[in-house]
């Protein structure tokens, strides 16, 4: 081999093991790593998009949203089968029940009230859970995840937080949080749909 050819060979394989770096690099969004791609019920999910919450003049946490495939709209998100995760991890530290009655605010305000009787349950149980954990700091994770035939399951400081709740209209109203007519953050609603 002359060196030319090595040369070249040699440049190659440094711009492969270069690019392949890059794209293990994790996006950040308020200075938390979002992998690029999960995988969840025995399934790869990618990294639909990731931004901040932002209240008056506190960052409260970054959230990432995970697909099965690339959606760019709420429809989208909520009419997409397989498996999904909300990924949240606190960027101030929060009351955990306060937390908890404004994720129910966000479920009332986004949600048709001919579904809320359905929500109830789910929406009991979510409360009791995040008036258990008292408080959030920053850098807790709360994980919401969808994987059909078993629930929505949700993951609070790294620990499961009892049984997955069945109804999938539950996941569907808790997504619509961030994504639906009045989200939390018109800004993150964007950045999860990738936009």
Known sequence: MN??????????????????????????????PFDEAIRLGGRPLLLNGAGVRNK?????????????????????VLSMAGPKRLAITMLHDVDADVLGRLFTHGVEDNSPRSRMSQLVPGLLRMGQIFSDQKELKAGDSLVIDWIPGAGTILTIKGATQGAPIREPEF?????????????????????????
Do not use: H, M, N
């Open 3 to 32: 060196q030319a050819a090595w040369r070249s060979g040699l440049a190659l394989a440094v711009l492969a093991a270069a690019s392949a770096c890059a794209t293990a690099v994790p996006i950040e969004a308020g200075g938390v």
């Open 56 to 76: 008056a003049v506190f960052k409260v946490y970054a959230a990432g949203l995970y697909l099965s495939t690339r959606a760019t709209t709420t429809e989208e």
């Open 171 to 195: 996941f569907d109203a808790l997504l619509r949080i961030w994504l639906g007519p009045v989200p939390a953050d018109w800004k993150l609603k964007d950045a999860l749909l990738g936009k």
